[in-house]
C-alpha cells in the first residue's frame, strides 16, 4: 500500500515519516494529493544520483504533454524539459545570473533590505513573511525582470495557488489563466518600449529569431517570477523561525555575524526551502539500490529527506550555525542545479545582516506549535511568522 503523502500530519511535521522511510525503505512508492502513485527517493546518495541521471526525465513526449494553452505557456521553460531545449533555454538567461552581475545587484538589495527594517513596527507584533521574507526578494527580482513591483501582491497571490498543489485545485486555473494573462501584457508592453531589463532582453531573443518559442517566452517569465521569490521568501521564513525558536540561536548569530553564511547552508539543508525536486518520470526500467522502479514511473526526490541523512550529515538533526561542511541539495544538483541559488544566498546574507544588526531583541510573538506550513510536496514553508520587536 503506498505511503499517504496528503496526510495533513505528514505536512506538518514530515521529518519523522522521512527518517523511518529513509531507515527501512528509502525508495518506495507513496500516493500524492492528486490520487497518482509515484516513487520517493529519500537517502542523500540515490537523491544526489538520481538528480544527474538523464534517465530521470523531466518531460519524455509520449508520455506528458500539456493539452492546454495555458498549461502550455506555464511548462516551457528550462526546469520542465530536458537537452537539448534545456540547455538552449538555460543559455538564454545564464548571462543575467553570473557572479559579477549577482555581485552588481549588492547595493540595491541592501537598500531594498533597509527601507523594508525602517517599516517595522517599532513596539507592534507584525509577521515577518508579510513585512520582510516576501517583499524582498520579490522586488529585486521585479526590478531585474523590469516588472512594475506594486503588482507583487498579485503574483504572491497566484503563487500561492499555483505551487500549492491539490490544496489550491479549485482556485487553480484562474490563477494560471491570470498569470498568463498578465505576463503576456507585460511582454506586449515591453515589445512597444524595450528597455535595459531581463524582460526585454528576452523579447530580443525571441524576435531576433534565437529558437525560443513565444510559449518559452511566456514560460521563462513565470518560472523567474516563482523560482525568483519563492526560494527565497522560505530560506529567509525557515532561517528566521529556526532562530528565533530557540532565542540562544538568535543572540548567538548576533553577537556573531561572521557565523551568517554558515548558518545559512545550514537554514538550507535543516529546513530546506524546496522539498521535493520538480516531477521526474522514468524513460526506463531503472534498478535502483535493489529496487526496480519501472519505465514510465513519476518520481519525487525528496530534498528536504536527503538533507537530514545520518549517513551523510554528522548529527543531522542538530542546528549547527558553524557546520563547516555541507554538501545540501536545497538547490539541487546536475544540469537542474538552481541558475539562482548565488542570487538567493546573496539575498539571505543581506537580509539576515541587517536583521542582526538592528533587531536584536526580535521574538516569536505566539508559541511554536501556533505557527503553520504551507501545504504541497514543493515548498516548505510557513504561512506566517508572527514576531514582536522586544
Known amino acids: 500500500m503506498p505511503d499517504n503523502l496528503a496526510d495533513p500530519a505528514f505536512h506538518a511535521n514530515p521529518h519523522p515519516s522521512y527518517a523511518a522511510w529513509r531507515r527501512d525503505g528509502p525508495i518506495r512508492r507513496v500516493r500524492l494529493a492528486s490520487g497518482t502513485v509515484a516513487w520517493l527517493i529519500t537517502r542523500y546518495d540515490d537523491a544526489r544520483r538520481a538528480l544527474a541521471d538523464p534517465r530521470f526525465a523531466k518531460r519524455a513526449s509520449d508520455i506528458r504533454h500539456p493539452s492546454n494553452a495555458i498549461d502550455r505557456a506555464l511548462s516551457n521553460h528550462m526546469l520542465a524539459v530536458d537537452p537539448p531545449d534545456h540547455t538552449r533555454l538555460r543559455r538564454l538567461v545564464s548571462a543575467a545570473f553570473t557572479a559579477r552581475r549577482i555581485e552588481a545587484l549588492r547595493p540595491r538589495i541592501s537598500d531594498i533590505t533597509h527601507e523594508l527594517l525602517d517599516k517595522f513596527p517599532a513596539d507592534a507584533p507584525f509577521d515577518l513573511i508579510d513585512a520582510f521574507a516576501f517583499p524582498l526578494p520579490i522586488q529585486v527580482i521585479c526590478e531585474l525582470l523590469g516588472i512594475p513591483a506594486d503588482d507583487r501582491d498579485k503574483?504572491?497571490?497566484?503563487?500561492?495557488?499555483?505551487?500549492?498543489?491539490?490544496?489550491?485545485?479549485?482556485?487553480?486555473?484562474?490563477?494560471?489563466?491570470?498569470?498568463?494573462?498578465?505576463?503576456?501584457?507585460?511582454?506586449a508592453a515591453r515589445r512597444a518600449d524595450p528597455g535595459d531589463d531581463l524582460l526585454s532582453g528576452l523579447i530580443g531573443v525571441r524576435d531576433s529569431g534565437d529558437s525560443l518559442t513565444e510559449d518559452e517566452l511566456i514560460s521563462m517569465v513565470f518560472l523567474l517570477l516563482i523560482a525568483g521569490h519563492e526560494t527565497t521568501v522560505n530560506l529567509i521564513g525557515n532561517g528566521m523561525y529556526l532562530l528565533l525558536s530557540q532565542p540562544d540561536r538568535w543572540q548567538r548569530l548576533c553577537a556573531d555575524p561572521a557565523l551568517i553564511p554558515t548558518a545559512i547552508e545550514e537554514f538550507l539543508r535543516y529546513e530546506s526551502p524546496v522539498e521535493t525536486a520538480t516531477y521526474r518520470i522514468t524513460t526506463e526500467d531503472i534498478d535502483f539500490d535493489g529496487q526496480t522502479i519501472p519505465a514510465r514511473s513519476g518520481v519525487l526526490i525528496g530534498l528536504l529527506s536527503a538533507n537530514r541523512d545520518g549517513d551523510r550529515f554528522p548529527d543531522p538533526d542538530a542546528v549547527?550555525?558553524?557546520?563547516?561542511?555541507?554538501?545540501?541539495?536545497?538547490?539541487?544538483?546536475?544540469?537542474?542545479?538552481?541558475?539562482?541559488?548565488?542570487?538567493?544566498?546573496?539575498?539571505?546574507?543581506?537580509?539576515?545582516?541587517?536583521?542582526?544588526?538592528?533587531?536584536?531583541?526580535?521574538r516569536l510573538a505566539v508559541d511554536e506549535s501556533e505557527l503553520t506550513w504551507r501545504p504541497g510536496l514543493l515548498l516548505r514553508g510557513l504561512f506566517t511568522l508572527p514576531v514582536t520587536p522586544g
Not at 157 to 176: E, F, L, T
Request: hydrophobic content about 45%; aromatic content about 10%.
Open 320 to 362: 549547527e550555525l558553524d557546520r563547516a561542511h555541507n554538501p545540501h541539495l536545497a538547490f539541487g544538483h546536475g544540469i537542474h542545479y538552481c541558475l539562482g541559488a548565488p542570487l538567493a544566498r546573496l539575498e539571505a546574507q543581506i537580509a539576515f545582516t541587517a536583521l542582526a544588526a538592528s533587531h536584536k531583541n526580535l
Open 155 to 187: 503574483f504572491r497571490r497566484w503563487s500561492n495557488i499555483i505551487v500549492g498543489g491539490v490544496a489550491y485545485q479549485d482556485k487553480y486555473p484562474r490563477a494560471a489563466s491570470a498569470m498568463v494573462g498578465y505576463i503576456q501584457a507585460l511582454v
